[in-house]
Nanobody, 122 residues
Framework: QERLVESGGGTVQAGGSLRLSCAAS????????MGWFRQAPGKERAFVAA???????DYADSVKGRFTISRDNAENTVSLQMNSLTPEDTAVYYC????????????????WGQGTQVTVSS
């Protein structure tokens, strides 16, 4: 029932910024937690940030202070503002949806977007 579509990926130089967006379908959006994960070649899909239905946010230590997650329930969208990007941020970024009350685990997210590539060059 739920479909997620990411956009906003691209190539940016180190120190630059990108803003990712995720558009969600379905009227259950407001009751779901939304998260951003990323996966680099040869690595596991890793938690980046999440925002729960209450509006509470959570961030991985590696991005805290640089990334900001937000949601617009009226538009059924979730965004990830990424600042001070480094080459280590290079990965495919995925938007996920979960019915769990609180989770950083990828297995808890039952819907995923197709992913959008973020490349940070030096």
């Amino acid at each position: 029932q739920e479909r997620l579509v990411e956009s906003g990926g691209g190539t940016v130089q180190a120190g630059g910024s990108l803003r990712l967006s995720c558009a969600a379908s379905g009227r259950t959006f407001r009751n779901r937690g939304m998260g951003w994960f990323r996966q680099a070649p040869g690595k596991e899909r890793a938690f980046v940030a999440a925002i729960w239905s209450s509006g509470i946010t959570d961030y991985a230590d590696s991005v805290k202070g640089r990334f900001t997650i937000s949601r617009d329930n009226a538009e059924n969208t979730v965004s990830l503002q990424m600042n001070s990007l480094t080459p280590e941020d290079t990965a495919v970024y995925y938007c996920g949806s979960t019915i769990s009350a609180w989770s950083r685990a990828a297995v808890s997210y039952n819907y995923w977007g197709q992913g959008t590539q973020v490349t940070v060059s030096s």
